[in-house]
């Protein structure tokens, strides 16, 4: 099992940034993927980034050269960093880990951008 608690979601001005971390326990030597996902009102949830254990990471289109995604293996912890928001990034934030056995999701937390 895996636990995973976001933090660093808030309320910010379009052009803004903030920084999201997320911090895993538990059984994290089985981790091998770690990622952002992002579920806006009455929309899909959807990829923003996923980091591999290796370094490889893939990005969404729309957060291309705005979003960095990084692990920090001291701290079990993978962290979002998000500049030049826009106010169609306005959603609720997850963070998700993938085992060989199983993937496991947080809690959320909400980034509202405004206008």
């Known amino acids: 099992q895996v636990q995973l608690v976001e933090s660093g979601g808030g309320l910010v001005q379009a052009g803004g940034s903030l920084r999201l971390s997320c911090a895993a326990s538990g059984s994290i030597f089985s981790i091998y993927r770690w990622g952002w996902y992002r579920q806006a009102p009455e929309k899909e949830r959807e990829l923003v980034a996923r980091?591999?254990?290796?370094?490889?990471?893939n990005y969404a289109d729309s957060v291309k050269g705005r979003f960095t995604i990084s692990r920090d293996g001291a701290e079990n912890t993978v962290n979002l960093q998000m500049n030049s928001l826009k106010p169609e990034d306005t959603a609720v934030y997850y963070c998700?880990?993938?085992?060989?056995?199983?993937?496991?999701w947080g809690q959320g937390t909400q980034v509202t951008v405004s206008s």
């Open positions: 980091i591999h254990t290796g370094g490889s990471t």
């Open positions: 998700r880990v993938w085992t060989p056995r199983s993937d496991y």
